[in-house]
């Protein structure tokens, strides 16, 4: 059977970095600087820069993500944002990052009502999911991305089904933000883990469903992971913010993409 062409998704996450003033020149430049339309681009600034990065982006082929939302719908919840919100600022929104299950203790059960929010306002949801070290360490890697999945998708499946569109990042919490990196080979395995959990909770097309390796990704080490046919791509922190760095891993990332084109079966 051939395999479904996926996408090569690379997908900036600048976290608590730029003003709205410097996050428009960035993205603005950003996008010149990584002009390669086989590979589908999406930058995540502050809420407070979605606006001005939109309009920097306009007509560049370059999509605009949030990096957290709300898990209700409206109330009081001061100092939140609502999915609905987002629409229009946002197509894109990041779910369940690693910084946010650590400092706002964010339960599988509440990223999974997230994701439903997401999927009421159209918002293309980016799921990540991975193990602290010592849950590696401990040999309980896949068991941890297993139970996280479990502990979110549920309940989006339990709430009329999991979102089609669904997009999980693979980040080690180890390597985020550390200068470390996953092996390739062990985000594959990840990845193939991923999928059929996915498939078992009731993804029957989990297969063309797109995997991104996040964790200290720079242009030097994106290689490793595009080489795996597992992996579609990388959420980036770090590095998002360097205009050199983002040029050389859309770079490396066309590469696959127009691999994949060429040769869908390979
Ligand atoms: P990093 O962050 O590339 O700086 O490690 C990745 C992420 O947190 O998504």
Redesign the pocket.
């Known amino acids: 059977m051939m395999r479904p062409v996926r996408t090569v998704l690379i997908?900036a996450?600048w976290?608590m970095n730029t003003s709205p003033t410097d996050a428009g020149e960035l993205a603005g430049t950003i996008a010149k600087a990584t002009d390669e339309r086989l590979v589908r681009r999406v930058i995540c600034p502050p809420y407070v820069s979605l606006a001005a990065v939109g309009q920097a982006l306009a007509g560049t082929g370059v999509e605009v993500g949030a990096q957290n939302v709300h898990a209700e719908v409206s109330g009081a919840y001061t100092g939140e944002i609502a999915a609905s919100m987002l629409v229009g600022l946002a197509s894109w929104c990041?779910v369940g990052?690693?910084?946010r299950r650590r400092d706002q203790a964010e339960s599988d059960e509440l990223v999974g009502r997230k994701l439903i929010r997401c999927r009421e306002a159209g918002l293309t949801p980016i799921l990540?999911v991975g193990e602290r070290l010592e849950e590696r360490e401990a040999g309980r890697a896949e068991e941890t991305v297993r139970r996280q999945l479990e502990g979110s998708l549920s309940v989006t499946a339990a709430a009329g089904g999991i979102d089609p569109e669904l997009v999980i990042?693979y980040?080690p919490v180890w390597?985020?933000?550390?200068?470390r990196t996953a092996r390739g080979a062990d985000a594959a395995a990840m990845a193939d883990a991923i999928r059929d959990s996915c498939r078992e909770l009731g993804m029957p097309d989990a297969g063309s469903m797109p995997i991104l390796y996040?964790?200290?990704?720079?242009s030097a080490s994106i290689g490793e992971f595009l080489a795996e046919p597992g992996i579609d791509g990388?959420?980036?922190?770090?590095?998002?913010l360097k205009v050199d760095e983002m040029a050389g891993i859309v770079a490396r990332a066309a590469l696959t993409a127009r691999a994949r084109v060429e040769a869908p079966s390979a």
Do not use: P, Y
């Open positions: 997908v996450n976290k990041i990052h690693s910084e990540c990042a980040e390597a985020i933000g550390t200068g996040g964790g200290s990704v720079t990388a959420l980036v922190g770090g590095a998002s």
